[in-house]
């Protein structure tokens, strides 16, 4: 099907996961263009990269090409992020083009390769960029579809000619990753989250075990030790852990060496001693273990993995260093779920004890936000200082009662607040700041950068 196709458009060509899809078409000599709501680096870069890009939602936005040739030769793909009443998705559903789901086409480009995808509530996205990049220390490497930006390659679409293994973050939003056919899956936690899809956690964990029983056959599937899945008998399954020696792949002597982990591995065949990993982070830690075992089983041979540990950079966004200095260390982090702000937030504490930290969070939907109030403010609470910007509500509608003050009133930091956007840098700028830590999935990066040169500048 995908070879009789020339042309793509996109409708949220700027996401994360969608312009992975688009610069694999666009490396394959298809025609790209789509729409997105604003000006991004992403959007920029693949308009360098060949594609054309609209901002505009209206009809008349399509570009010319797709309304003068055949149908048959066009797909139209968008996320779930987009609304079903976006004009121009309801222009193509009315016309009767062909539409797909961005995991429908992420399905069929991967079914006919070697498909390792993972998946989770959390980690995935470091997980499945790790893997890529240990797998591209070997003389096979692989392509890759990540959900984040490689430090390393600065980009989230890796490609090899050489290989048919295929590295997928395989997403549980929306059932995403029912998707895939999976030679390989990793699973690295079950936790509540898109209740407003799932309706509860019971739902979500179904549908992991739908996603854990996809596997091709002779798959193998690799889980972190403790979580609850029914699988079938026949799969080949390994566990990983950095708490519990039971689990096939395990850590033992883990030492903090100028704030880098220095550990052994521990595997069903060998021992590999004195591994280094090039991110901190306890929870970047249990990431690396469920990355090596996928290389390991993957025939990674032994100075292939230490190499790529040691000179992993890490993801945008993921527990990303700003700055780091003796005067000031500010840190960005995509976390925006409970699970998530506690293991961030513990992971700074453990780094830099004694230490102030001021967290800043920005809220990710209305819904998530009324999920977890409690959780949330429990989370929060680990900071000496929590700043709260208000919700940001991607492809939601208000809920009255649901805001940013839900979560403040139970917080019990001394210090707290609640500012605008507009206000936070200025705020920032008479606070005594030692360790600072921006939080959350909506656009709160904007400010990643007006903060660094405020602080930069500050503690010169």
């Known amino acids: 099907m ?100 961005r995991s429908e086409m992420l399905g069929e ?83 509540a989250d898109h209740l407003d899809i799932y309706g509860n956690k019971e739902s979500i964990k179904e549908s992991f075990n739908l996603f854990a029983n996809k596997l091709y056959e002779n798959g193998i599937l690799i889980y972190k030790e403790g979580l609850e899945l029914k699988l079938n008998e026949k799969i080949k399954k390994f566990t990983y852990s950095i708490k519990s020696e039971l689990a096939d792949f395990h850590i033992k002597d883990l030492r903090v060496i100028d704030g880098f982990y220095k550990f052994s591995l521990v595997s069903p065949e060998k021992t590999i001693n004195n591994l280094v990993l090039g991110l901190p982070g306890r929870f970047n830690l249990e990431n690396a273990v469920a990355a090596s075992a996928a290389a390991i089983i993957s025939e990674i041979s032994e100075s292939e993995l230490r190499l790529g540990l040691a000179t992993f950079k890490g993801v945008v966004r993921r527990f990303d260093f700003q700055l780091r200095n003796e005067k000031i260390v500010f840190i960005d982090d995509y976390a925006h779920h409970p699970e998530e702000i506690k293991a961030c937030l513990n992971s700074v504490k453990e780094l830099f004890p004694n230490k102030k930290i001021t967290a800043v969070f920005q809220p990710h939907l209305f819904t998530r ?22 919700i940001y509500p991607a492809r939601e509608k208000p809920i009255e009662g649901i805001n940013s003050e839900l979560l403040l009133k139970n917080i019990t930091c001394k210090e707290k607040q609640i500012c605008e956007m507009t206000e936070l840098v200025n705020i920032l700028q008479n606070k005594n700041i030692e360790i600072i830590i921006t939080m959350g999935a909506g656009d709160i990066d904007k400010l990643v950068k007006p903060i660094k040169e405020m602080l930069e500048k500050k503690y010169e």
Request: include cysteine.
């Open 109 to 191: 480009i991967t079914k006919n390769n070697k498909c390792l995808a993972v998946a989770g509530t959390h980690g995935k996205t470091t997980v499945s960029t790790l893997l890529s990049h240990l797998l591209n220390q070997t003389s096979n490497s692989c392509s890759a579809f990540l959900g984040g930006i490689s430090k390393n390659y600065k980009t989230n679409f890796l490609h090899s000619n050489k290989s048919q293994r295929m590295v997928v973050e395989a997403d549980e939003f929306d059932r995403s990753f029912l998707t895939l056919n999976p030679s390989l899956s990793i699973i690295t936690s079950i936790d």
């Open 369 to 390: 936000t009324r999920d977890f109030a409690n959780e949330f403010s429990s989370a929060l609470s680990i900071a000496n200082e929590t700043i709260l910007l208000p």
């Open 2 to 101: 995908i070879s009789k196709i020339n042309t793509y458009y996109f409708i949220g060509i700027g996401g994360i996961g969608m312009s992975a899809l688009a610069r694999f078409f666009l490396l394959n000599g298809k025609r790209i263009s789509g729409y997105d709501k604003n000006h991004s680096d992403i959007t920029n870069t693949l308009k360098n990269e060949g594609a054309e890009i609209v901002f505009d939602e209206s009809i008349l936005a399509i570009p010319e090409h797709l309304l003068q040739i055949e149908k048959e030769s066009i797909a139209i793909i968008y996320t779930p992020a987009i609304p079903l009443d976006h004009p121009q998705l309801v222009y193509f559903t009315q016309n009767n083009f062909r539409i797909f789901k």
